[in-house]
């Protein structure tokens, strides 16, 4: 049969819910009884967790119930929780470092936002990094002074961090751009920097800044030990960004630079305004991956007697009065709060490719 | 965010760190106590994490029986026990903390041996508490002697000398053994509680800890064999004799006041004590305060800030505490202890 109307437009079919879930999952045989061992090993472990946390919970009572119990023991993250979150800084000035966490947060949350994009970014940046300075280490405007050894907790873990990859970036930025150079000295000065802090383990390159820098140092004098292992996350990260963006620089093509050199650009223009803003474009989802992994690299200051956050929930567990009677929870604490924390910057990023990504398809 | 906006809030940063980190006051060769006086605390190097020894509460204040040492020094420097800036170290960086002059004094359970002793520019003052390796296993095993541990898995932690204590005591024996090395202490805890491992070993104290924490205590014993000799003390710089008095004879204050009977409560009454000795300890007469260049009621505010040995000990380590320790070679000579205080005249 001859077809003699032109078949209408239709939209492609919707699957139907049973298309779309069903039969991927119990469509063959195989695939059902796949299907059916993860839905019983998902019951398990729901049941179990469920369990745990809620059932057999503890809600009430002391250290001695909690040992007694299976379950979770919730008053020991009640009444820990400011200890593991604040650690050593003084107990009444823990509005503190609360309030320059909360600042810090709003300030991410509008930066986050590309409609707040924009120079008084900057302005507001500034503002909240001095204000949460002062209000953490005091000793002006009638706060009292808090020495650096008594910041601990979540704010010191988010300090050593955010201040390594603000530090950090501009630090690989500039090597990135060493390592690319014409000219040999500058690039075998960034070569070396690069390969040797990069093939050490962060941990030794911690040892050395809090063993061996004080050894350099006249007698006496000290270098703040927040400050000496800050600066070795700094370099540390600068090393790892310094890879990421090369990786961006190389992906930009020969015609790029070529074109910039056609419109009579020199070298640092035609990187600010050419190269960079499409090479660190590139460079996002590793650029992540280097804050995520640093945000909990940051744990390994615990080694050099920081209390960051992980080693303030595992102090909280040792006090004499807990000790034994709260070992999960501590540490299922500490990989919920980094869970939310890592997850959320890797949507974030996902988010920021999606909307970033113009052109190259 | 562009690259010049990251580069500024980076300026930025380091500026404002600037701000919060200068450099320390540089800390003269024999004038630690002008130094301490002069910045109004003492720096003292502690445990990160210690049960018993130094740990922190729910407030984040540091306790313990450590603690309570930085606590006698300050009380006797300032007459005010809190005037101590707790500077947790780890055990690898402790004596470089020390040496740079990043801590004023090292309260950290730290055994004095030879070789700290005399290469490393440092001194120990007195022993506060008589340590040693001990071996915890199952009641159930019916062990009465670590010599009869034949072929047995012991679980140790990584420490400097820990599993070096446990070769030189069995190798000469001829016994066999096998030694499990756990890196976490709670791991470590829980390997012997599931019988991963026959015995575990660490310090004596430690293991009053642990089994403190066992869910049922009674069904572990420490055997009686003490395998080393772990004699902790706090760690001064060797080069300022006046220091290091200061710090030994505030430990000694809390023994003699033990010896003499004084504790915090009643320390107030001892002021109109005939007893000579007292008197002169409680700077009631003659001038020992003077000698060490503190106040003449130096020991009298130890004992006030954090009361004699026995107080000490009782309220971190004691019975009553979950570490349950017995006093053991920590009595008063007078008691068939260790503890010895020279006289105070």
């Known amino acids: 049969m001859a077809q003699t109307e032109p078949v209408a437009a239709m939209p492609p079919p919707q699957p139907s819910y049973l298309q779309r879930v069903v039969k991927p999952l119990f469509g063959t045989p195989l695939n059902a009884v796949i299907s059916l061992i993860c839905l019983w090993l998902f019951w398990i472990i729901v049941k179990a967790v469920w369990g745990w946390l809620v059932t057999r919970a503890v809600t009430e009572g002391g250290a001695a119930v909690c040992r007694a119990s299976s379950g979770a023991c919730l008053p020991f993250l009640v009444t820990k929780a400011r200890f593991m979150i604040f650690g050593v800084y003084p107990y009444d000035e823990h509005w503190r470092p609360g309030l320059s966490m909360a600042l810090f947060f709003a300030a991410i949350g509008v930066s986050m936002m590309p409609r707040f994009w924009g120079r008084w970014l900057l302005a507001l940046w500034a503002m909240v990094i001095t204000a949460s300075m002062i209000l953490i280490a005091g000793g002006v405007f009638g706060l009292r002074a808090v020495p650096t050894t008594m910041w601990s907790g979540l704010p010191l873990s988010f300090i050593l961090t955010a201040v390594g990859l603000a530090l950090g970036f501009p630090l690989g930025v500039v090597l990135a751009l060493a390592r690319a150079s014409k000219l040999p000295a500058i690039r075998i000065i960034a070569v070396v920097f690069i390969e040797v802090i990069r093939g050490v383990p962060l941990i030794s390159i911690l040892f050395m800044a809090s063993v061996m820098l004080p050894l350099f140092m006249p007698t006496g004098v000290t270098v703040d030990k927040l400050l000496r292992a800050q600066i070795a996350i700094i370099i540390f990260a600068g090393a790892y960004i310094a890879e990421a963006v090369r990786g961006g620089l190389q992906a930009i093509p020969r015609g790029q630079h070529e074109a910039a050199g056609a419109l009579g650009l020199h070298y640092w223009q035609s990187m600010r305004l050419i190269v960079l803003p499409q090479a660190l474009k590139i460079v996002i989802p590793p650029l992540v991956n280097i804050s995520i992994g640093f945000f909990q690299d940051t744990t390994l200051v615990t080694i050099i007697g920081l209390l960051d956050f992980l080693s303030t929930i595992r102090t909280a567990m040792l006090d004499p009065e807990w000790i034994g009677a709260a070992v999960l929870e501590g540490y299922v604490f500490a990989a919920t709060v980094y869970l939310v924390f890592s997850y959320g910057m890797g949507a974030y990023s996902r988010y920021l490719e999606r909307r970033l990504r113009t052109g190259h398809h | 965010m562009s690259k010049f906006s990251a580069l500024r809030i980076a300026a930025g940063f380091g500026m404002a760190l600037g701000l919060g980190l200068a450099m320390s006051a540089p800390a003269h060769a ?316």
């Open chain 2, 30 to 345: 024999q004038a630690t106590l002008d130094a301490v006086k002069k910045r109004g605390k003492v720096l003292c190097g502690v445990s990160p994490v210690s049960a018993g020894f130094s740990f922190a509460d729910d407030k984040g204040v540091r306790r313990g029986f450590d603690s309570d040492v930085c606590r006698a020094i300050s009380a006797a420097v300032f007459g005010d026990p809190e005037k101590v800036e707790s500077v947790p170290l780890s055990t690898n960086v402790r004596f470089q903390a020390l040496q740079s002059g990043e801590i004023d004094v090292l309260s950290r359970q730290t055994t004095w041996t030879f070789s700290r002793d005399n290469s490393l520019g440092l001194d120990f003052g007195p022993v506060v508490f008589y340590d040693g390796q001990g071996i915890m296993v199952p009641a159930k095993l019916n062990v009465k002697s670590a010599s009869e541990l034949a072929s047995a898995v012991v679980c140790v932690l990584p420490g400097t000398t820990t599993q070096q204590n446990l070769e030189d005591f069995f190798r000469p024996r001829n016994i066999k053994y096998e030694s499990v090395v756990i890196e976490n202490s709670d791991e470590w805890r829980n390997a012997y509680f599931t019988g991963r491992c026959d015995a575990i070993t660490t310090d004596r104290s430690d293991l009053a800890s642990v089994r403190s924490v066992a869910p049922d205590p009674k069904a572990h014993v420490i055997l009686p064999e003490t395998i080393s000799k772990e004699p902790l003390a706090p760690v001064v710089r060797q080069n300022d004799a006046n220091w290091r008095d200061i710090v030994s004879w505030s430990v000694y204050a809390m023994v003699a006041a033990e010896e003499l009977k004084i504790t915090q409560a009643n320390v107030e009454t001892f002021l109109t004590s005939k007893n000579p000795e007292v008197q002169r300890m409680l700077g009631v007469t003659g001038d020992l305060g003077k000698m060490l260049g503190l106040e003449p009621r130096w020991a009298f505010n130890v004992i006030k800030g954090v009361g004699n040995y026995e107080e000490v000990f009782n309220r971190n380590l004691g019975p009553d505490t979950r570490i349950g320790l017995s006093r053991g070679p920590n009595k008063l000579w007078t008691e068939g202890g260790l503890l010895y205080s020279p006289p105070f005249r």
